[in-house]
């Protein structure tokens, strides 16, 4: 037999095998992205602060006479196919280090905080925990909400740094103390009145500021 045509025979049947046992690539390396944007909506305390207070974070001073409220809105794509769909979980971390998912529970209905866990409990209970299981997801790519449904009272709130985390992982496998099980995260941070949890003052609300 022709050595150029057994060649090309051993290439052809190798091709064709890696094609049909090896995942396609597109499934591996799906464009997994989240974002989240912090915004102190107009009116509120947050929206013009002093040139002494902090510029690169953004905060809320927990004023007496104006609102203290902020809108959080979040861009996901959380993939299209069955194989591609990621869970998304929306995780509070408090300013004592507690974590605090958010859940919904059905569709249309307002989500609800759980907690508190640690990242080790958090990923024993990671299935019981996500805000759009992957089943939920439409597949319709890049989606657009404000968490919450609109502005966030932050009166009441204990004071200190927040942060909203949100994560694109596989709630059969995700690792909450390990970011390479996550398919994609971002964080946004919120200074509630001060940067650390107070001690006698530890409530953003009236009589805060001196």
């Not at 968490?147 to 927040?162: C, D, M, Q, V």
């Not at 995260?185 to 200074?191: G, I, P």
């Amino acid at each position: 037999m022709n050595c150029r045509f057994r060649l090309g025979q051993s290439l052809t049947t190798a091709m064709l095998f890696g094609y049909l046992f090896s995942p396609p690539a597109w499934a591996a390396d799906y464009a997994y992205k989240v974002t989240m944007t912090t915004l102190a909506p107009k009116g509120s305390a947050g929206e013009k602060l002093a040139a002494t207070q902090p510029s690169s974070t953004k905060t809320t001073p927990c004023s007496d006479t104006l609102p203290d409220q902020v809108t959080v809105t979040l861009t996901y794509d959380a993939g299209k196919t069955a194989l591609e769909k990621r869970d998304l979980f929306i995780i509070l971390n408090s300013p004592t280090g507690t974590l605090l998912p958010v859940k919904k529970f059905t569709l249309g209905a307002s989500p609800t905080i759980l907690g508190p866990f640690t990242a080790s409990t958090l990923t024993g209970s990671a299935a019981d925990n996500i805000y759009l299981r992957a089943a939920d997801n439409l597949g319709q790519g890049a989606q657009t909400e404000t968490l919450f449904g609109g502005y966030i009272n932050l009166r009441s709130i204990p004071t200190g740094t927040w942060q909203v985390v949100a994560i694109l992982a596989n709630s059969s496998t995700v690792n909450f103390e390990d970011p390479t099980t996550w398919s994609a995260w971002d964080v946004t941070t919120l200074v509630v009145g001060k940067p650390w949890a107070g001690i006698t003052k530890t409530i953003c609300g009236p009589g805060f500021l001196p």
